[in-house]
């Protein structure tokens, strides 16, 4: 999966809040996580300014913010639901993140999580291996991608949300439209799926690949469709072709 310059967008130092930023190969590393660890995490590099390097690291996560953030989110037991995800994303396993050189690291995702009951907010602090991948990437040479809070707050699919983001990579800024080609092996060691998948292939366009499609189409900024390309009968990769609407 090749990455498109054109992503490479520098960003105002005033324009960074409401807007992720992640580098490519964060994007692109093998990992799973829940639909609100993710959401969690988004609203966390929302806050975090991607031209910067020494800033506060800890950044609070208020009800507030995840009401706004997600309009269609259950609000009943909202900071319930973020005090799990918090606990769940500090214990997750160490993500491993190969640079272009094949290098690998494994960072955690939080190094310190803190609750305030009263408050209905957590305080979450960036691991500082991590950090690099979120901020500062401008002058790092393996890319990034940001994508607007708003165009995305709708999706309730950790896996629409990936794919979201890898389409993202591939955005024409000046065309409003843009295409990712991907093979079924790499959504399978990017998603971190069951052996079956690989077993029967087209089970990854019929339980992945089609309901997250329909989700994006219906809840987000973009319009997509997505080719399979066959050498035989074996499938050998999808195209997807999305624009602005």
């Known amino acids: 999966m090749e990455h498109s310059p054109e992503q490479d967008i520098i960003l105002k130092d005033d324009n960074h809040q409401n807007t992720i930023t992640k580098s490519n190969i964060l994007i692109r590393s093998s990992y799973t996580l829940t639909l609100n660890e993710s959401r969690l995490f988004w609203l966390v590099v929302s806050k975090i300014n991607p031209l910067k390097w020494k800033q506060n690291w800890s950044f609070d996560i208020s009800a507030k913010d995840w009401e706004l953030a997600y309009p269609n989110a259950n609000t009943k037991n909202i900071y319930s639901d973020m005090k799990k995800a918090t606990k769940l994303l500090i214990n997750q396993k160490p993500l491993t993140l190969i640079a272009k050189n094949h290098n690998e690291t494994d960072v955690h995702w939080v190094a310190s999580a803190e609750y305030h009951d009263k408050e209905g907010k957590v305080t979450l602090e960036i691991s500082e291996k991590l950090r690099k991948y979120l901020a500062f990437i401008l002058l790092q040479d393996f890319g ?61 366009k019929q339980k992945i690949i089609d309901p997250s499609i329909k989700k994006i189409n219906s809840n987000s900024n973009i319009r997509s469709e997505v080719e399979v390309r066959k050498v035989g009968r074996s499938i050998v990769q999808y195209s997807f072709k999305f624009e602005e609407k």
């Open 144 to 204: 990034f991608t940001s994508i607007a809070m708003q165009n995305i707050g709708k999706l309730d699919s950790p896996h629409a949300i990936r794919i979201y983001e890898m389409m993202m990579q591939f955005y024409s800024h000046e065309n409003k439209k843009g295409w990712l080609k991907i093979s079924p092996d790499e959504l399978i060691t990017i998603f971190e799926l069951p052996p079956s998948y690989a077993k029967n292939k087209s089970s990854i």
